[in-house]
């Protein structure tokens, strides 16, 4: 076994939990910046932002962390869209949003809330310590207002057509996560059919698969995978395709989180 120092070592920070009600912070009221950390205690190098709602109806909420002095705030990670079961008899849920992102030591944090149907909360871990390759903030691609609707193939079981999430990558990647939903960020549809999702890179008609068969279970929960340290190089064409078990499905809304240097 190889040496090792304790500046290796990755220690984990809580800044923001309500732990008089034993949940995240609550992000209210809508489109107000609510502080997490005045003064980060130590350089971060990954991040992770536990989304919950607590609603027993259709829910779905979005929501921003930003670094920056009050009223300066700069939005390092957008949009992140939570949209899990659409009859609501999951409420309470969480999504684990994690992120290799750099923050120096002293920064202030902050969150908000864009898109709110009755009541989101939201936790932030900070972890310091060694990693390999950080970047500094999250682009989000297939996404404008909803994600991007993805129809499988009408046959079951059967690779639709690719469908772009982007034309052209604006800068490198380091990688990305993965999240499914239902078709438009407040969508409450219900389908009852099992998805395989595939990511590809490349013009159309010669895409190259990157993540294969990427099991998004049914429509309506709300899927949301680790980061993927996948490079993808400024100017390529990324795009995703479906296959459902059932014959003629819905339209599925995916979008990437792809982090950048």
């Not at 040496?3 to 107000?32: E, H, Q």
């Not at 469908?163 to 549809?189: K, N, W």
């Not at 595939?198 to 309506?220: C, H, L, T, V, W």
């Amino acid at each position: 076994m190889g040496n090792f120092d304790l500046d290796d070592v990755c220690n984990c920070s809580d800044i923001g939990s309500d732990a008089a009600n034993s949940r995240g912070i609550k992000l209210s009221p809508v489109n107000t910046f609510i502080q997490y950390s005045a003064s980060t205690p130590s350089a971060t190098s990954f991040i992770d932002v536990i989304h919950s709602y607590d609603s027993s109806g259709n829910w779905a909420s979005i929501i921003d962390v930003a670094i920056g002095g009050a009223g300066s705030e700069v939005v390092i990670i957008p949009n992140l869209a939570f949209t899990p079961q659409g009859d609501g008899s999951n409420h309470g849920t969480t999504a684990h949003w994690c992120f290799p992102i750099y923050i120096p030591e002293g920064t202030r944090i902050s969150a908000r809330c864009t898109f709110d149907q009755t009541n989101t909360f939201a936790q932030i871990l900070t972890f310091s310590g060694f990693a390999p390759s950080v970047g500094s903030g999250v682009d989000t691609i297939g996404w404008s207002s909803n994600p991007t609707n993805i129809t499988p193939n009408a046959s079951a079981n059967t690779k639709g057509s690719y469908t772009a999430l982007t034309a052209s990558s604006s800068r490198d990647y380091l990688g990305f996560v993965i999240a499914t939903m239902g078709p438009g960020q407040t969508s409450s549809a219900y389908s009852n059919e099992n998805r395989l999702l595939d990511i590809a890179i490349g013009s159309a008609g010669n895409e190259i698969p990157i993540i294969s068969n990427y099991f998004m279970g049914r429509q309506s929960l709300q899927g949301v995978s680790p980061f993927y340290p996948i490079f993808i190089p400024a100017g390529t064409r990324i795009s995703a395709r479906i296959q459902s078990d059932g014959a003629s499905a819905a339209a599925s809304g995916i979008t990437l989180y792809a982090v950048y240097k």
